[in-house]
């Protein structure tokens, strides 16, 4: 039963689907666990020491980078192309590519960042950060924000057609929920949900760590 509720979770949240992603799910937390280990609560206590929240209760990070020999428009034209290849979904897409004022909006989407499986309710976590960059002769400032967590919930009403054989055959009663950064762990101490508020928090640092390497590496 919980294999075939974790099965659920997975298609609600897109990953079973076929689609070219920015960054899959896989890759980061393979770079986090690298990275980081797997102890989420610790890891997690780690960052948010030094992260702090923004009057939104959004988490943003910021970094420049030099290419040095590279004007504005060669800068543009090189990252433009590669937002266009790899932000090319209705999930991951550009919002914005203004060659005169140098700037490049994108959204990317990352799902199933973290999960939890079992009790009276199953949740699915998923992030949708906001990318610009600002591009100068030989500069780019890069800016992602991750505004907060987008939560895909199975209640447990569910719980009768997943006692069944044939679950697959009753339509899921789902929930859509957005959870501000404000109300986690480790931003909020009391949180019910600790263990995925933690992944969450680490798996978003991956995120945007592999992005910003993939974007200088493309630069």
């Given at each position: 039963?919980?294999?075939?509720?974790?099965?659920?979770?997975?298609?609600?949240?897109?990953?079973?689907?076929?689609?070219?992603?920015?960054?899959?799910?896989?890759?980061?937390?393979?770079?986090?666990?690298?990275?980081?280990?797997?102890?989420?609560?610790?890891?997690?206590?780690?960052?948010?020491?030094?992260?702090?929240?923004?009057?939104?209760?959004?988490?943003?990070?910021?970094?420049?980078?030099?290419?040095?020999?590279?004007?504005?428009?060669?800068?543009?034209?090189?990252?433009?192309?590669?937002?266009?290849?790899?932000?090319?979904?209705?999930?991951?897409?550009?919002?914005?590519?203004?060659?005169?004022?140098?700037?490049?909006?994108?959204?990317?989407?990352?799902?199933?960042?973290?999960?939890?499986?079992?009790?009276?309710?199953?949740?699915?976590?998923?992030?949708?950060?906001?990318?610009r960059c600002d591009i100068k002769d030989e500069q780019v400032k890069l800016?992602?924000?991750?505004?907060?967590?987008?939560?895909?919930?199975?209640?447990?009403?569910?719980?009768?057609?997943?006692?069944?054989?044939?679950?697959?055959?009753?339509?899921?009663?789902?929930?859509?929920?957005?959870?501000?950064?404000?109300?986690?762990?480790?931003?909020?101490?009391?949180?019910?949900?600790?263990?995925?508020?933690?992944?969450?928090?680490?798996?978003?640092?991956?995120?945007?760590?592999?992005?910003?390497?993939?974007i200088q590496m493309a630069l």
């Open positions: 039963m919980r294999r075939n509720l974790l099965l659920l979770l997975l298609w609600l949240a897109g990953l079973l689907a076929v689609d070219a992603q920015t960054l899959s799910r896989k890759e980061v937390e393979t770079y986090v666990i690298n990275q980081y280990g797997k102890r989420w609560k610790d890891v997690a206590l780690y960052l948010g020491e030094k992260d702090t929240l923004d009057k939104d209760n959004a988490l943003t990070f910021e970094k420049t980078i030099s290419v040095r020999g590279k004007s504005k428009n060669e800068l543009f034209v090189d990252l433009n192309y590669w937002f266009l290849k790899t932000f090319s979904n209705a999930s991951s897409s550009i919002e914005m590519a203004d060659k005169e004022l140098g700037v490049i909006m994108a959204k990317g989407y990352l799902p199933g960042i973290a999960y939890h499986s079992g009790g009276c309710s199953s949740y699915c976590v998923n992030i949708r950060p906001l990318v800016t992602i924000v991750v505004p907060n967590y987008e939560v895909t919930k199975v209640d447990d009403g569910i719980w009768s057609a997943m006692l069944d054989e044939d679950f697959d055959k009753h339509p899921p009663y789902t929930v859509n929920e957005t959870w501000s950064l404000n109300v986690c762990f480790p931003f909020a101490k009391k949180d019910g949900t600790k263990k995925t508020s933690s992944k969450a928090l680490v798996m978003s640092h991956g995120y945007v760590e592999v992005l910003m390497n993939r």
